[in-house]
């Protein structure tokens, strides 16, 4: 035990990080004691994190040589998160906190607010007006811009690529975005029968 822990001391030495320095990490010692194996970037983001309040994430960190590299893995996922969110995760931790406290307290912030509903159609599917409309809007359609979102990753369903790339139905397997595109190109394909001469020469933006 001794040997390990004298080994952290000269790993944390070598860090720059003198026994002084390294006070901050005093209220989670489970951290304090694996400084030596983090990065000069890694160590401030565990600053970060621990002036946010996080200190919890460390508690259950076992001793030095013991899962490392998960721990390594951890400030490498952290160190993403940081940087692809707008003022890093300390600003989404602050505004986590003032929302989840708002909501508590009652505040809402659509106060002062008055809804209304707005003017439009009401349609029923099938009568006249619903057919006549939807004929308006097929035409109309060969000159319309369509764009589809990524909605970012689906890590939460345990799938690594985008969400549009998960299967819409298990029957085919056929995902969400062939499934869009599927839809854009038959409506295209409509849109463009109901103009003479159209066909050949107008096509959907995608």
Known sequence: MASGVHAAADGVAALGISAGAGEWAEPCPALRRNLHLLSHDQVELAKMLLNEGQGHLFEHWPE?????????????????LNSSYPGGLAAYIQNAKKLLADSKAGQNPYDGFTPSIPSGEVLTFGDDNFVSLEAAGVKEARNAAFVLVAGGLGERLGYKGIKVALPRETTTGKCFLQHYIESILALQEASCKMEANAIRRSRLLL
């Open 64 to 80: 030095p040589g013991v899962d490392d590299d998960k721990k390594k893995n951890f400030f490498d996922q952290v160190c993403r």
